[in-house]
């Protein structure tokens, strides 16, 4: 089915494990995000893409790695996870600047 | 990008018009307002957005003041299920990054 999705939808890991969670499109969008959102915050930007091969940092990138070798891929490492990590993760893109912005389901990790 | 400041709560009847406001008095020229939705633990959903004039779609209407330091989004017939956290958000064409904020609680009873 074609839009973005993201894997696993859940995920306990304990602290200092390397996790990886997944965003895939299919619209061939330009931009990806990634953000977290924790329990009664907002949505807090941690990496963007602008295209394959670019990222840049958004709001709070320390403990994350991105990469995009595929347009329609961009997948989020916590090399060390931490509690602090514990979080809803939500991905997201966006075909151009001026377009809205589509989010997946979100992958919800618990570091214990 | 400009902040914005936004009701942490609202309530709204069913079938009456939701007017949500946002207050962005330091917008600058080349800033749109967009507006987005979170509906319980969903990803956001983008709602509507403009620069200057007055916009409307099947979702919703958005009205920016002549001075643009404030907009406000309506709902024109709420049901319950648009009970969600509504984020207005402030972003220049030349900025990539959409950044939210913590949004406004809207509850729609019946």
């Known amino acids: 089915d074609a839009g973005i999705t993201q894997s696993p939808r859940y995920k306990i890991t304990e602290t200092g494990r390397q996790v990886t969670l997944m965003c895939h499109q299919t619209w061939s969008h330009s931009y990806m995000f990634w953000y977290r959102q924790d329990l009664g915050h907002g949505l807090r930007l941690i990496y963007y893409?602008?295209?394959?091969?670019?990222?840049d940092k958004g709001e709070v990138p320390d403990g994350y790695v991105v990469s995009r070798s595929k347009t329609e891929n961009f997948p989020l490492t916590l090399e060390s996870a931490t509690r602090s990590q514990t979080s809803v993760y939500f991905c997201?893109?966006?075909?151009?600047?001026?377009?809205?912005?589509?989010f997946g389901p979100g992958t919800r990790l618990t570091v214990l | 990008d400009a902040k914005t400041t936004q009701p942490t709560s609202m309530d709204c009847a069913e079938g009456r018009a939701a007017n949500l406001p946002c207050n962005h008095s330091?917008?600058?020229?080349?800033?749109?307002v967009y507006w987005y939705r979170q509906i319980h633990s969903q990803g956001p959903q983008y709602i509507i957005h403009g620069l200057k004039n007055n916009e409307t779609n099947e979702m919703a209407s958005l009205i920016i003041t002549e001075d643009r330091k404030s907009s406000t989004l309506i709902l024109p017939h709420a049901t319950l299920r648009d009970t969600a956290v509504y984020y207005c958000?402030?972003?220049?064409?030349?900025?990539?990054?959409?950044?939210f904020g913590t949004g406004t609680r809207l509850q729609v009873f019946p």
């Open positions: 893409s602008a295209a394959a091969d670019i990222t």
């Open positions: 997201a893109s966006r075909r151009g600047r001026d377009n809205e912005q589509f």
């Open positions: 958000i402030v972003r220049s064409y030349n900025t990539d990054k959409l950044i």
């Open positions: 330091t917008i600058s020229g080349n800033e749109y």
